[in-house]
């Protein structure tokens, strides 16, 4: 299948691949991430087996344009921001920059959701801006949605190019774009914000028995909890402790 932003098969390698061991007397199964009928060539690979008469069926799912967002606890709508929604493509079927597209009236949408758009961000980012989307607009860009190493980067319009490139957000990655962005810190327990970019964290007190373990264990804890892979080291004249030592290693240690 598509591997996004990386090498990948032709589409015509695949549907011929899937029509091949069709053909094989073969029962295949073509998985897809999201729903095969939004943005995801879906509709291609259908008319390619019904060209040639072989009976397919579709299993719809969930476009990570709507469950990318809740997972990122970001609401496609609410009655207080929003009441129309644009999904759209970041480049044309040539992988080109989006020129062929209205941007005057994508301006005027509330909430705008962009799948495949990394690559041509800094284009969309102008078109939007010539057209009058304010500089501070809220933008959040969801990397690998619903994945244990999904990341969330929370920013603004002006600023979301260059903040895309610090901290290294790459396809697949969703970008949703207006103000439904901000109420993902009300609808969080805690906003753990870009948490996947710090390698490591040193908790330090002046003097034994300061709460050093207690803090480290519940925030390894809390993060396992929220699915991040999590290590833990101690260090100091009381650092032969079995029970801290057990859960940084997750494993019973004796």
Request: proline share 5%; charged share 20%.
């Amino acid at each position: 299948g598509k591997r996004g932003g990386k090498p990948s098969h032709t589409q015509q390698d695949i549907s011929d691949l899937v029509i091949d061991l069709a053909r094989k007397k073969n029962r295949v199964l073509r998985l897809k991430g999201g729903d095969p009928f939004v943005f995801a060539r879906g509709a291609e690979e259908a008319q390619a087996l019904s060209k040639v008469n072989i009976p397919y069926r579709i299993i719809p799912g969930i476009t990570v344009g709507i469950g990318g967002l809740a997972a990122a606890n970001i609401p496609l709508t609410s009655r207080d921001t929003n009441s129309s929604i644009l999904f759209m493509t970041g480049h044309n079927a040539e992988k080109n920059d989006p020129v062929d597209i209205n941007w005057h009236a994508v301006s005027k949408i509330p909430v705008i959701v962009m799948y495949m758009a990394l690559k041509n961000l800094s284009v969309i980012r102008d078109k939007l801006l010539d057209e009058g989307r304010n500089l501070d607009e809220p933008v959040a860009v969801i990397q690998d949605a619903s994945l244990p190493k999904q990341k969330v980067l929370e920013t603004t319009l002006s600023k979301v190019v260059e903040d895309v490139n610090l901290y290294k957000i790459e396809s697949p990655s969703i970008v949703v774009i207006g103000p439904v962005v901000n109420l993902r810190s009300l609808l969080e327990r805690s906003v753990i914000k870009m948490l996947n970019n710090i390698n490591s964290l040193c908790i330090s007190a002046p003097s034994s028995g300061s709460g050093k373990t207690i803090i480290t264990a519940g925030l390894i804890l809390s993060l396992r909890e929220r699915g991040y892979s999590v290590s833990g080291a101690k260090v100091g004249p009381d650092y032969i402790d079995k029970t801290f030592l057990s859960l940084a290693a997750n494993k019973e240690i004796y």
